[in-house]
C-alpha cells in the first residue's frame, strides 16, 4: 500500500523507522553486557516505540488507518523505514554506533519540525525532542568512553563506524514529494538535515580518533549511501523482523487482551 | 471551571498513578483540563509517549467520568505544552520523598544542567549520590546510589 500524500509518506517513514529501530533495541532486553545497558536499552526501546505511536497517529487523522493497522497489518514490503534501522543489532559496538547516528539524525529532524508549517509535526516534536535528549546523551557518551578505552574497544568502535556510516546515510534518502515538503515549509529537506547531521557526528568521532569514510560536508565517491527503503526495496533483514514483529498479533486477529 | 467541571476534575483527582501510586493523576498534572459541553472532554498529556501506563490511565478516566453518569466521553491527548517535572509542586515532591523516590529538580528547562545540580538521597538526604544510569525501571525515573547510607535508590528524571 503506497501513501497518498508527501506528508504521509513522510510521516510513515519517520513512524517506520522508530518502530523497526525500537524493536532492533528491544532484542537487547535481557542480553546486555551490562544491567544498566539491558535496562537503558529496554527504556530506549518503549521511547521508540511511543515516538512510533506519535507519528502512526498523526496518519490516522488524515487516513483513518489506525497505529495497531500500521504496524501489524502491512507487509514488510509495504514499510518505509531506511534500510539502516533494519540490520541485525550486532555486537555492542555497532548497536551503540547505530545508535549514535540515529539519535543525532533525530535530534536534527526534529529541531527542523519544530520550525515546521504543519502544527501537528511541531507540536509533537515539541514532545519528542526533550525524550530524545536522553537518548543521545547515552550513546554520545558510549561512543566517547568506547571509542578511546582498550585497544578491542576501539577497534571494534572503527569496525562499527565504517559499517554503519554509509548505512546511515540512507536515513536521509530522499522521499517522494519531498519538494513539496520543503516548498510548503513542512521541514527543511533531507539534503539539508543530512548536511546539518554531518556537521555534528564528524567532531564527535574525530574527537576519540574514529576515522569516517567521508569527508565534512560532503560524502566521498567510495561512499555509497544504502539507499533503498524509502522506496520499500528491503532485504531479508527486515523481512524476518517484520515476521516475528507481528506474529502474535497475527495469530489472533482482532484478539484483545 | 463550571461547578459540573470541578466535580469531575475532584474525582479524577482520586485515581493514583499506576506506576507511582504516591501521586494522583491531578498530582502528575498529567490531566490538563476537563470540559463539559454536552459531552465531557478530558485533555490528558502523558508524562512519556512511550508509558505504557498510558491506556491503563485512559481507561480509568473513562471508567470515573462514566461513574458519574455520563454517557459520552472524549479524552484527547495534548502536548502543547509537553509534560514538564516543572509542573510538580511542593507538595507532589513531598509525597515522592515519603514514597521513597528523589523528586525531580525545581528547573528542568536545560535537562544537561539540571542534571549537574546535586541530588539528596530520599531516606538519608545526604547528597554524596551518584548517577548509576539515566535509565531506571519505568521511563520517567533513573538510578542513583547513596555512598552514604549504601542504597540505590530512583529519581524522577528531569524533563
Known sequence: MKPNTPLQTLLLSLADDELILGHRDSEWTGHAPILEEDIAFSNIAQDEMGHALVWYSLVETDTGRTPDQEAFEREWDSFTCCRFVSYPKGDFAYTIMRQFLFDQAETVRLESFLESSHPGLKEAAGKIIREETYHLMHSQGLVHRLGDATPESRKRMQQATHMAFPQSLGIFEPLEGEAELVSGGVFAGNRSLQAEWLRRIIPVLHSVGLSVPADPGGVRDSCIPDYGGRIRDHNEHLKELVDNLQSVYRSVPGGTW | ?159
Open chain 2, 1 to 159: 471551571m463550571s461547578e459540573e467541571e470541578a466535580r469531575i476534575w475532584n474525582e479524577l483527582g482520586k485515581i493514583t498513578d499506576p506506576e507511582i501510586p504516591a501521586l494522583t493523576l491531578t498530582e502528575m498534572k498529567v490531566i490538563r483540563s476537563v470540559r463539559v459541553n454536552g459531552k465531557v472532554t478530558v485533555v490528558f498529556s502523558p508524562t512519556y509517549v512511550g508509558c505504557p501506563a498510558t491506556a491503563q490511565i485512559m481507561q480509568e478516566i473513562r471508567t470515573c467520568v462514566a461513574a458519574l453518569g455520563y454517557r459520552e466521553i472524549a479524552i484527547e491527548t495534548s502536548f502543547t505544552p509537553p509534560w514538564s517535572t516543572d509542573m510538580l509542586d511542593e507538595d507532589a515532591r513531598e509525597k515522592l520523598r515519603m514514597f521513597g523516590i528523589a523528586p525531580p529538580p525545581d528547573d528542568a528547562s536545560d535537562i544537561a544542567s539540571a542534571l549537574e545540580l546535586a541530588v539528596h538521597c530520599p531516606s538519608c538526604k545526604s547528597d554524596q549520590t551518584t548517577l548509576e544510569s539515566s535509565f531506571g525501571s519505568a521511563l520517567c525515573r533513573q538510578i542513583f546510589y547513596c555512598r552514604s547510607c549504601r542504597q540505590s535508590f530512583e529519581r524522577i528524571k528531569p524533563i
